[in-house]
């Protein structure tokens, strides 16, 4: 029957509040950080297996999303991050029909293992551990269009950073382990026949450089390249649909920027900007976000 | 909250070692598909057990016992299930792996797979839901007519089985109390071979490594010598041949028809004052199989699927089509979790196994626990195969006589929950292809009787809550494919199985 294809944007999440749980700044103990962001992203081609194509009964893929998110500091150098997403996902052209609601449940613990001054050099180590699991029944196999996976994760991730005055470098790597998925069919196909409800979802290796200039944790404007890629998992074969067990690589490159409104202490604005270059069984998508967030400190009204 | 281990477990693994509770004897008096009778291909006399090649034989599974490996065990554990039923599960695979529409041409035409380059793209077959239900029906068909010829001649040479002959081979697996001469499993992988190189020229060394272990399988197993296996692969293929020859005159081969069909088909139901079905593929690709309706089945000619055809749908202009389309419309704006459940469950689009590969799997999980003989599994799956082929030429003939468009042709506020078809409307093929399975699986295993309707009317309904069919297309299709499924139990019942 009809073949439609095309690739899902990976675990908005991840990417859309990058600046939290993959950056070296810490919420000081008891401050509260939390907002909201809009992100959209797009895409018109994307390869199926490592061909590089569009699609007419696709058109363009275009997924919009709000995002809630909360960072609280626990102590001095350790926050506990949470976010989730109200995704819309639909594609322009052909006849399926668009997928919204809520995605997952995002938990982090960021913990910074070190911090030093090497001659001017303020280097640190953060580890930082994630779990997700979805918030609702919403479906996963209705790719491109489903608005996530479905899969309950486990993550940890790595980051070095060092700052010199006002400019910095992170590094840090991440990997996600992915549990299995549980389907509406009962038997599918990816090289050969699976007689099951569950799919064998492949782990995740992402890693990201950036680069920038801050002044605070509130002001600070960096660029981007983060690359993540399936270990494992099959490629679409020609015409065929996406499938959530698929191997998927993606090279991005972007910007992230945050600036204090002036006038109202506490609120912060936000905007990131990301481009995929390359990939596999993925979009070659564009997203772009704007957000606000706002920053209480509970210790205010502690007596000296 | 993540487990360490993602190993999962298939359905299909869990089957215990076929030990039918009876043998079949008389199989070899059952009525054959297309054969005109049990002893139409001979089989040669088998060597006296007192031979020393037959000895040399019995040597070969004590050496192929003592050198088993990990591997072999494996193996013998996956074909003791049954080796009717692995054979249909591996005819399933290769219907999803070669169903897929072709990509398109620079010029935004499509490029026709043709059997006699299968190996270039694009891929030969394009094993879409008419030419998969022809597939498993010639399978189980040639399957069958192969193993109602085995049994007559096992029964004529009444050769013991090796264990039988000399009490010291060991059997690993069970082993029917039956003769052993030629080997059923055998001739069964010898008539899917045959048969399945037709279907899927381009996979034949798979199909022969598949073959192969098959036999083995039966040697190391204790319960044939070779030349047991080797007549039945012989006596398959033969049998493969005559279903290989009507397979090339069945018309299958001209359905794609000519730009100058589909054309006319356009026209014809322009000037019967109807909205004419417009893919809605973008390029636009040309109607699949429009000329399959004039196959022949193996339960119906064409005369009579003719004078089956139920009668119009509404017509496009009609209040009944608008009321109709509106209630396609509410269920694509109104879709439920379950509603999605359904559609997705019952799907079977592209990259799949199509829905007759569906009730192959639904019947092949039942029969597992039944306990039937070889024969009657594939006298069984032939009777659910041939019932589903000729309920796709039923349903192709409607909808290619009617040339209805599709719902979110004629609405573009319809949207689908699942991939749209590219062909008419009416009537439903899941519909049709459910009606009939249902119906002839309820004449086999009647305690699952009211299931199987349930599970076709739960298929049936999906189509209209995925808002690609209007009620008429799943009612009327529904009904066709009792129609062709009640052909199928008629024949059950004279067939001497029952």
Known sequence: MRKIAGLLTFNMCISLFAQTESDALFMAKRNLCGGFVYGNTSWNHYWEGTFYRDNANIGSFKSNAVMAMANYGIGNGLNIIASSAWIDNRVTAGTLIGQKGIQDLNLFLKKELWAKDIKGFNSSLVAVGGV????????????????????????????????????????????????????????????????????????????????????????????????????????????????????????????????????????????????????????????????????????????? | MASCNKEITQRNMQFGALNPDKIDTSAGKWEPVLLSSATEFACDLPIAVTSPDYKLQLLEIKSRQAHMTDADEAALKYWSAGTVLRWNEILRELVAKYNLPPYQNPDGTYP???????????????????????????????????????????????????????????????????????????????????????????????????????????????????????????????????????????????????????????????????????????????????????????????????????PAPPSTGSAEFAKELDEVLWYSQNASREHMRIVHFWGDGAGTYTPPGHWNAIACEDFANLRFSEVRWARNLALLNMAMFDAAICCWDAKYAYFNPRPSQVNNKIKTLTGLPNFPAYTSGHSTFSGAAATILGHIFPGRAADYMSMADEASKSRLYGAIHYRSDIETGMNMGKMVGTKAVNRAKTDGAD
């Open chain 2, 112 to 310: 026709i797979p043709s059997s006699a380059n299968p190996l270039a793209y694009p891929y030969f077959p394009f094993a879409n839901p008419p030419y998969a239900a022809r597939a498993y029906a010639y399978v189980s068909a040639a399957q069958y007519d192969a193993l109602v010829t085995a049994y007559h001649y096992k029964g004529s040479y009444r050769r013991l089985r090796p264990s039988a002959v000399d009490n010291t081979i060991k059997e690993l697996v069970p082993v029917v109390k039956d003769f052993a001469y030629p080997s059923e499993e055998a001739v069964v992988a010898g008539a899917t071979f045959g048969m399945m190189s037709l279907l899927f020229p381009g996979e034949q060394d798979y199909l022969q490594e598949k073959l192969n272990e098959c036999i083995d399988m039966r040697i190391l197993a204790g319960a044939n010598v070779r030349s047991e296996v080797e007549a039945g692969v012989k006596l398959g293929k033969a049998v493969a041949a005559k279903f290989v020859g009507r397979a090339r005159t069945d018309r299958a081969e001209k359905a794609v028809g000519t730009p100058a069909d589909w054309t006319k088909l356009e026209s014809d139901a322009i000037a019967r004052g109807e909205t004419p079905w417009i893919s809605q593929e973008s390029p636009k690709r040309p109607p699949m199989l429009p000329l399959f309706g004039r196959t022949i089945g193996f339960l119906m000619d064409t005369t009579e699927v003719i004078n089956n055809r139920p």
């Open chain 1, 132 to 304: 997700s699991a979805p918030l609702t029944n919403y479906v996963a196999d209705y790719l491109p269009i489903s608005i996530g996976m479905r899969s309950k994760t486990v993550s940890m991730r790595l980051l070095g950073d060092v700052q010199k005055g006002h400019w910095y470098g992170t590094a840090s790597a991440m990997y996600t382990r992915r549990n299995n998925v549980t389907i509406d069919r009962n038997a599918y196909y990816t090289t050969e026949m699976i007689y099951s409800n569950q799919v064998v979802m492949p782990d995740v290796f992402s890693y990201n450089i950036r680069l920038g200039w801050r002044d605070g944790a509130d002001k600070y404007f960096e660029l981007l390249a983060d690359r993540m890629n399936t270990l494992g998992g099959f490629d679409m074969r020609k015409n065929d649909m996406p499938f959530l067990s698929n191997n998927m690589e993606a090279f991005r490159v972007g910007f992230n920027v945050k600036y204090p409104v002036p006038v109202l202490r506490g609120l912060s604005l936000m905007a990131t900007g990301m481009q995929t270059l390359s990939g596999r069984n993925m979009g070659k998508a564009t997203t772009l976000m704007a957000g606000v967030v706002y920053q209480a400190d509970f210790t205010k009204g502690d007596k000296k």
